[in-house]
Structure formats: C-alpha cells, structure tokens
C-alpha cells in the first residue's frame, strides 16, 4: 500500500438520476491510512458517493482516482482490480444465514480460487479473532446478537486483505451499548491495521470516535469538512443542528428542548 498518500481523490464529481441532482461539484481527498466519516441525512448522497468510490455507478461528470489511478468508467478487467483494493461492511451485515460464520468469512477467498482449504480456515480464524469471535466459526448468523452479526461481517471484509475498507451506517439498527462496541472494534483495527476507513453514517457519536476527518453532505454538496473537532466548533447552522439531532446521548437536552419549545425542528427524528 502507497504510504502517506492520497487513497481516494474525487475531483469535481456529479451526478443525476433523472432531474435529481444528487451530487453536485463533489470535491474530497482522503489520505491513505486514515478514517474519513461521510456524514449527512438521509438523501444527501452518502451512499451514491459511497458506490462511485468503489466503481459500482460512475459519474455524469468529474473523476475518481483511487492510489493515483483513474477509476475506470465501464467494466473490465482494470476496474477489477480498482475494486480488489476496497472491501465493504454493508449496513444490515449482509450474511447468508445458510452458512456457518466461518463460511460467510471465507465467501470471497472461496470465489477467488487462490488459496488452500487450509489457508482459507487460517485466516477465518485469524480474522475472527480480531473482531473478538474466536472459536465462532460453526455458529449460524441466527445464533448471533446485531452487534455480533456485525463483527462477522467487519471479519469477512478483512479477510480479503483490503487497502481500503467502507462501512455503510455500521451503528445502524443497534443499540447504544452494541453501537459503542462497534465504534471501539472500527477504531482499534484503524489503529492496528493501518486501513483506509471510509464510514458513511448518520450517527455523531460514530464520526466523532472513530474518524480522522468528517466531512458533510447537504444537497448533494459538501458543506462542512475537516477534522473533528473543527466539525463540533462549525458555525454553520445546518451542521449545528445535525449535530444535535444526531448524536447518541442527547436524551436529556431532547427533554429539555421539549419543555422550552422553540427548536422544535431539532426533535423531529
């Protein structure tokens, strides 16, 4: 992996589906071995910015370069190979419930038809143990809590070795004791393995631990970008107010705004 370099650069990039501009001039550079949050509500585009980094929908217009090569607009074997640098966490796991664990994390090894049986069950093992499942591997997907689910999916990413790793909405659907484990398992493997992250999340409390750099979509445009402590001083009332919405533990300023009255946009979650 290109050290100290740019891992991702997106150039001007813009994108319509029909009449919806759904981005618009995005410009982000994000540095190799870092963790970038891509924050924003819902249709402001994280996703469709998500998909055009790993070369599943191409731009209208703008470019993508991924370690200092061109993101290839149509199929081929050089798009291929972009893609065998990046893994995804999709946001509901995305598990086969008739494999075993240890099946699910060895899917892409299986397909790729390099490695041996034995090979394959060593980095099962090895990727399982560092999401803390080690001894999982014969478990079902239904034997598993969200947050378990979850570490089986962050597991079969890496065992595919990825430069670059996106998660989409990982906190999604737990709840705040299971979120915050999974924002300290992204964090550590951060530390530890040295990976590109890219989260695209909603949630504040995941940004704020786990991300170098957070960046804000608004209308298919970046409004806020910078490290995350430049994001919690922003001025910009558009972030101001994501901000409140959106974090974990803002139930008792909830309540307090409920008995006041006047920001009552800020409670409409």
């Excluded at 090569?69 to 291929?80: Q, S, T, V």
């Excluded at 394959?120 to 093992?125: F, K, L, M, P, V």
């Excluded at 990413?157 to 004791?177: K, R, Y």
């Excluded at 970008?225 to 919405?245: A, D, K, L, Y």
Aim: proline content about 4%; hydrophobic content about 40%.
């Amino acid at each position: 992996m290109e050290k100290n370099g740019i891992a991702i650069d997106i150039r001007q990039l813009h994108r319509w589906f029909g009449d919806n501009h759904v981005l618009s001039g995005i410009d982000l550079k994000i540095p190799a071995g870092t963790a970038t949050a891509i924050v924003g509500g819902s249709g402001a585009g994280k996703s469709v910015l998500l998909k055009h980094m790993v070369g599943l929908l191409m731009p209208d217009s703008g470019s993508i370069y991924i370690f200092n090569h061109e993101m290839p607009r149509k199929a081929g074997r050089e798009l291929e190979e972009i893609r065998r640098r990046f893994a995804m966490v999709f946001q509901g796991s995305a598990l086969l419930n008739s494999l075993t664990v240890g099946q699910n994390v060895a899917l892409g090894l299986v397909e790729q038809r390099k490695l041996s049986p034995a090979e394959i069950d060593r980095i099962i093992r090895e990727k399982l143990a560092l999401v803390g499942l080690k001894g999982k591997e014969s478990r079902r997907p239904g034997e598993l809590s969200g947050g378990m689910r979850k570490r089986v999916a962050i597991a079969r990413a890496l065992a595919m070795d990825p430069e670059i790793i996106l998660f989409d909405e990982p906190t999604s659907g737990l709840d705040p004791v299971m979120a915050e484990n999974i924002d300290s398992l992204i964090a550590d493997l951060r530390d530890r393995l040295k990976k590109t992250v890219v989260i695209v999340t909603h949630d504040m409390d995941s940004a704020f631990k786990i991300a170098d750099g957070i960046c804000m979509l608004y209308e298919g445009k970046i409004i806020e970008q910078g490290s995350p402590e430049t994001f919690r001083s922003s001025t910009n009332p558009i972030v101001e107010q994501f901000i409140s919405r959106f974090k974990r533990h803002n139930d008792r300023r909830i309540e307090i705004n409920r008995e006041i009255g006047p920001q009552k946009e800020l409670l409409d979650l």
